[in-house]
């Protein structure tokens, strides 16, 4: 069995779960679109995770659309009271698969509708307002319009916690400003260290942040550091990737997705391995090597 325990807990709302958790939006077809390629695996990987001690899963419903939530509903429901499932909102998908705003007020309310009937649920644990930016790199500018109709459906009962997607710092203090934030989720990786600072602020007001591509963006030479780091311990590079993420601070939880059952299992380990001070300095300077060249994808 494998012991998420030991990556520890951390407050996301009103409950601690596990830092190592669970990403959904694999678990539609390709390009996030469509049915899955195998439900019965999709299914039984949603049933092995929370089998597994995972309490936090993270989905929306623009995923498919509707297909990760139609598949947690049917694997899942009724839901275990420990399970923290993150819900967000701010996008709709196109006929062409395509990624398209949905910022406004109205359409924040509908798909807040679409959450929880396709969730089976009254309530929503918590919802992250997805600001779409550059897309996948965040862009200064007012959210006050969106957060504020988010918080005025929390007052309503159809939302317990609020949280944020792809957002600046000056923005996270413009929503705290409307109502409590419980997490932060944007772009982060070894390489990918623009929130540095963000985190550490976050941990000191005890706010979860929550990488997305938490594994993407290795250059040739970087997974070559990581590979070695990875040998020396007798793991594979995702999962010393996943770690240095949980060590990096400790208000940092983690939802690398799958559609695999063996990929899950390996996902999760990452919750055991203890990188020493050798290794992080290791790991912390591929960041450091992106920087000096100007690119931090």
Same mark, same amino acid.
């Given at each position: 069995?494998?012991?998420?325990?030991?990556?520890?807990?951390?407050?996301?709302?009103?409950?601690?779960?596990?830092?190592?958790?669970?990403?959904?939006?694999?678990?539609?077809?390709?390009?996030?679109?469509?049915?899955?390629?195998?439900?019965?695996?999709?299914?039984?990987?949603?049933?092995?995770?929370?089998?597994?001690?995972?309490?936090?899963?993270?989905?929306?419903?623009?995923?498919?659309?509707?297909?990760?939530?139609?598949?947690?509903?049917?694997?899942?429901?009724?839901?275990?009271?420990?399970?923290?499932?993150?819900?967000?909102?701010?996008?709709?998908?196109?006929?062409?698969?395509?990624?398209?705003?949905?910022?406004?007020?109205?359409?924040?309310?509908?798909?807040?509708?679409?959450?929880?009937?396709?969730?089976?649920?009254?309530?929503?644990?918590?919802?992250?307002?997805?600001?779409?930016?550059?897309?996948?790199?965040?862009?200064?500018?007012? $959210?006050?319009?969106?957060? &504020? !109709?988010? +918080?005025? @459906?929390?007052?309503? *009962?159809?939302?317990?916690?609020?949280?944020? #997607?792809?957002?600046?710092?000056?923005?996270?203090?413009?929503?705290?400003?409307?109502?409590?934030?419980?997490?932060?989720?944007?772009?982060?990786?070894?390489?990918?260290?623009?929130?540095?600072?963000?985190?550490?602020?976050?941990?000191?007001?005890?706010?979860?942040?929550?990488?997305?591509?938490?594994?993407?963006?290795?250059?040739?030479?970087?997974?070559?550091?990581?590979?070695?780091?990875?040998?020396?311990?007798?793991?594979?590079?995702?999962?010393?990737?996943?770690?240095?993420?949980?060590?990096?601070?400790?208000?940092?939880?983690?939802?690398?997705?799958?559609?695999?059952?063996?990929?899950?299992?390996?996902?999760?380990?990452?919750?055991? $391995?203890?990188?020493?001070? &050798? !290794?992080? +300095?290791? @790991?912390?300077?591929? *960041?450091?090597?992106?920087?000096?060249?100007? #690119?931090?994808?």
């Amino acid at each position: 069995m494998i012991q998420l325990k030991q990556a520890g807990r951390f407050a996301l709302g009103s409950r601690a779960v596990h830092r190592l958790g669970y990403g959904a939006m694999q678990l539609a077809g390709p390009g996030v679109f469509g049915p899955p390629r195998d439900r019965t695996e999709a299914l039984a990987v949603l049933r092995e995770a929370v089998a597994s001690g995972v309490d936090h899963i993270d989905t929306s419903d623009f995923y498919g659309p509707h297909i990760t939530n139609e598949l947690i509903r049917e694997a899942l429901h009724p839901y275990a009271d420990e399970l923290v499932i993150v819900t967000k909102v701010g996008a709709v998908r196109g006929a062409d698969a395509s990624w398209n705003p949905a910022q406004q007020p109205a359409e924040l309310v509908a798909a807040v509708h679409d959450n929880l009937r396709n969730l089976g649920v009254d309530t929503l644990d918590v919802v992250n307002l997805r600001i779409m930016g550059d897309v996948h790199a965040p862009a200064e500018g007012s $959210i006050e319009p969106q957060f &504020t !109709a988010l +918080a005025e @459906l929390q007052q309503r *009962g159809l939302i317990r916690h609020l949280g944020l #997607s792809n957002v600046t710092a000056s923005q996270v203090h413009e929503a705290r400003g409307i109502a409590k934030v419980v997490c932060v989720q944007n772009h982060y990786n070894l390489v990918h260290r623009a929130d540095d600072a963000l985190i550490d602020e976050l941990g000191r007001l005890g706010i979860a942040y929550v990488p997305f591509f938490p594994l993407g963006g290795f250059t040739p030479l970087q997974s070559d550091t990581l590979s070695n780091v990875a040998k020396h311990l007798g793991a594979t590079p995702m999962q010393v990737a996943l770690a240095w993420l949980l060590a990096r601070a400790s208000n940092v939880l983690l939802i690398p997705g799958t559609s695999s059952r063996a990929h899950l299992r390996e996902n999760l380990v990452a919750a055991e $391995i203890r990188l020493d001070a &050798t !290794a992080m +300095a290791a @790991l912390d300077a591929i *960041g450091g090597a992106a920087r000096g060249k100007g #690119s931090e994808e």
